[in-house]
């Protein structure tokens, strides 16, 4: 009995911010999707490095550091770009 309302207060907080997130500004939805693409190329681009590194280029420790940076700011532009388009649509919106 808990676990199906744990589930539904779950279901219920994801549909909020599905429709907060559907009330951006157009300006603020490009920031977030722009944001979203160039991390996931720069994730691409790190693991497909990484992968390289350990089968074919025999595990160079700079390229392998390069790669692991890669993944890393990957997730933090992903970061500043969902909350740097919050925080401009919250301060656009209020005044």
Partial sequence: MGVSLMYFNMTKNIEKIKSEF?????????IIKAGSIISFILLILGALLI?????????????ELIARTLVKNSFTILAEAVI????????????
């Fill in 84 to 95: 740097g388009g919050l925080i401009l649509d919250y301060l656009f919106k209020k005044s």
């Fill in 22 to 30: 559907n009330n951006l500004g157009k300006a603020n939805k490009i």
């Fill in 51 to 63: 992968i390289c590194n350990h089968y074919f280029l025999g595990t160079d420790t700079f390229i």
